[in-house]
């Protein structure tokens, strides 16, 4: 028997439950993996309260990160004892993820824990983490460098906000970081942000072109914040954009784009290929301070999932939150 977080629909509304299943309750896939830790991200706040239809089909164990030991493989790729990483490609979400103390997954969803990662590390990381490391790769893709002048973090204290703050940092930018939460900018500061911005001047209604401001972004919010963040882009500047914490729309002009020469760059860490999920891991584990994730992260027990939902979904949870599956 194992402990796994079930979430099942029950008159329109999702309900969760912590279940003892048996061995045969897992989907038929190639690979079983014994999970040491997952984490809690938006997208599994919006799972677990059902903010939002992430989940189709019921029951559904969510979590769309998990790290583990492969304890059976039907796959050459992965043997039992390897340590695997497991961050997107829609488990959690329409297959069950890792909430669950054991989980069977496709061998081509995993990747090898890279050499000398801490599994715990991994998770603190997550699939924000990854997402970060994606939007700066991004940034550098399309030629800003340090020298190019200041990247502005939006949703700063967030998971995605905070390890892009700590990254780029980490590798001589000047970062302004947009947070709702002034009680966050020492945690910011720490982590490497040079200047705070309040949200509350960024969700201004911005006019088609403003006062330049920023070399590169980093958005995690969307809507009015990032119409007024392509407003203030330097000449040739580029955007990263991978979130919708403050809403899906995008109320802007072509104004930015055809005479300031920006670029906006979509990030997506769920169906992102092998080899750049490979590339981003690696990067992370050699260019992401070790120091900033012991600030960023909270270890909380599966018990605790549906009450951090909640808190993700309400804009309450600072950096990071990794589920320990193995109490
Ligand atoms: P978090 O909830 O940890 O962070 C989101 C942050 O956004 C909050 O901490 C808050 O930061 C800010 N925020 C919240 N509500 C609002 C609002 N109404 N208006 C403006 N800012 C707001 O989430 P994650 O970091 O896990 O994810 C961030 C976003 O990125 C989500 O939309 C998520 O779906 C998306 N995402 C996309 C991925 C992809 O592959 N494209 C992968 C991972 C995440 P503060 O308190 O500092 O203001």
Redesign the pocket.
């Known amino acids: 028997m194992f402990k796994a977080l079930v979430l099942n629909e029950v008159e329109g509304k999702t309900v969760s439950a912590i279940e003892n299943l048996e061995l045969d309750a897992l989907p038929q896939e190639e690979v079983l993996v014994e999970v040491d830790y997952s984490s809690l991200?938006?997208?599994d706040?919006?799972a677990v309260t059902g903010a939002g239809k992430i989940i189709r089909n019921f029951p559904m164990v969510p979590g769309i990160d998990l790290v583990g030991t492969v304890k059976e493989s039907a796959s050459e790729q992965f043997k039992a004892g390897d340590k695997v990483i497991m961050t997107?490609w829609g488990v959690g979400e329409n297959y069950w993820g890792g909430y669950s103390q054991l989980a069977r997954m496709k061998a081509e969803w995993l990747v090898p824990l890279p050499e000398g990662m801490d599994p715990r590390w991994s998770m603190e990381i997550g699939?924000?983490g990854?997402?970060a490391m994606?939007c700066v790769m991004a940034l550098e893709e399309g030629g800003v460098k340090p020298e190019s002048g200041p990247i502005v973090v939006?949703?700063?204290?967030?998971?995605?906000?905070?390890v892009a703050v700590s990254i780029l940092a980490g590798l001589g930018y000047e970062v302004h970081?947009?947070?709702?939460?002034a009680e966050?900018e020492a945690y910011?500061r720490e982590l490497g942000a040079s200047e705070i911005v309040s949200?509350e001047s960024m969700?201004e209604k911005s006019r088609p072109l403003e006062r330049q401001r920023w070399a590169g972004a980093v958005d995690?919010?969307?809507?009015a914040?990032l119409a007024r963040v392509l407003a203030e882009m330097n000449y040739s500047g580029v955007v990263a954009a991978?979130?919708?914490?403050?809403?899906y729309k995008l109320p802007t002009t072509v104004m930015p784009f055809i005479l300031r020469n920006v670029r906006l760059q979509?990030?997506?860490?769920?169906m992102?290929p092998v080899d750049r999920r490979q590339q981003a891991w690696q990067r992370l584990q050699t260019e992401l301070p070790a120091k900033a994730l012991g600030e960023i992260s909270e270890l909380i027990a599966l018990e605790e999932v549906p009450d951090y939902a909640d808190k993700?979904?309400n804009?309450q949870?600072?950096?990071?939150v990794v589920v320990d599956l193995k109490k």
Not at 242 to 247: F, I, M, R, S, T
């Open positions: 991200n938006y997208k706040g919006l997107g699939t924000a990854l997402t994606l939006t949703g700063a204290a967030g998971g995605v906000g905070s970081a947009v947070t709702g939460r966050t910011l949200r969700a995690t919010v969307g809507d914040i991978c979130g919708l914490a403050a809403g979509g990030v997506d860490s769920v992102c993700i979904i804009g949870v600072r950096g990071r």
